[in-house]
C-alpha cells in the first residue's frame, strides 16, 4: 500500500472531494489495485484524462504530478487469492475500501468510476464513465494504472517466458500459449475460466519440465 503523509491545512473541507478507480479487473493474475485521490483546487494539474487515452509516458508524468500536487492520495490491493476467494467485482471493492481507509486525509465525498461503491462509511457516489467526467476520479485511475503496470514489469523481470510487459496478464494469444507452455505460477487467478481450464487440463508436458 502506498500513500503521501499530505497536509491539509487551508484547505477548504468542500474541497475535499475524493475519487476512486481500480485497474486490473480483466488480467489473468497479479492484484487488483484500486487508488484514492484528493486533489488540491490550489495547485491544479493540467491534462488529467481516463488513464486508457493516455499514454504510458503521459501517465507516467502526470503519476508523478499526483503523487506531488494531490491534497492526498493512496494505492492499494486486492490479491490475486483474495480475488479467488472473493471473486473479482468483491475483491476490486475490497482494494477501493483499503485505498480510502489509507488516506491521510478524510474526505467529505468519495466518488467511484462504475456502477458499484464500496462500503466505507462516509458519503460515496458511483458514476459511471467517471474516469473520463471527474478530474480526481481521472487521477484515481492513473495511479491506479501506473501501479499495476509496475507490478506486471517487476512479474516480468522474474518471469520473462510470460511476456506479462507486454500484455500485462491480460488474456492474449501470447499470453494463453505461453501459459500452455510454461505451465501456472502461483500469481495467476486460478477462478478465471482460461486459467482454470488449464489447470483443469494441462497440456502433457511444459518447458519446465523438459528443461
Not at 477548504?12 to 487508488?35: F, M, N, Q, T
Not at 488516506?103 to 458499484?116: I, K, Q
Request: glycine residues 6%; aromatic residues 4%; proline residues 7%.
Amino acid at each position: 500500500m502506498l500513500t503521501n503523509p499530505a497536509n491539509p491545512n487551508g484547505i477548504a473541507a468542500e474541497s475535499k472531494i475524493c475519487g476512486v478507480d481500480e485497474a486490473g479487473r480483466g488480467p489473468l493474475c497479479g492484484s487488483v489495485v484500486a487508488a484514492a485521490v484528493i486533489l488540491n483546487p490550489e495547485n491544479p494539474i493540467d491534462g488529467l484524462a481516463d488513464s486508457k487515452k493516455l499514454t504510458a509516458r503521459a501517465r507516467e508524468r502526470l503519476a508523478k504530478l499526483i503523487r506531488e500536487r494531490a491534497l492526498a492520495w493512496s494505492v492499494a490491493e486486492a490479491t490475486s487469492e483474495e480475488i479467488d476467494r472473493l471473486n473479482i467485482l468483491q475483491a476490486s471493492l475490497l482494494a477501493m475500501q483499503r485505498a480510502v481507509a489509507a488516506l491521510a486525509v478524510t474526505p467529505t465525498e468519495v466518488l467511484v468510476d462504475g456502477n458499484r461503491c464500496p462500503a466505507i462509511g462516509l458519503p460515496v457516489r458511483a458514476i459511471v464513465g467517471g474516469d473520463a467526467l471527474e478530474p480526481a476520479i481521472s487521477a484515481a485511475s492513473i495511479l491506479a494504472k501506473t501501479a499495476r503496470d509496475a507490478q506486471m514489469f517487476e512479474l516480468d523481470r522474474i518471469h520473462p517466458q510470460l511476456g506479462l510487459a507486454r500484455h500485462k496478464g491480460y488474456p492474449t494469444a501470447a499470453h494463453l500459449e505461453a501459459l500452455r507452455q510454461h505451465g501456472v505460477a502461483d500469481f495467476y487467478r486460478k477462478s478465471f475460466a482460461p486459467v482454470r481450464r488449464l489447470l483443469a487440463h494441462p497440456p502433457l508436458w511444459t518447458d519446465s519440465e523438459t528443461a
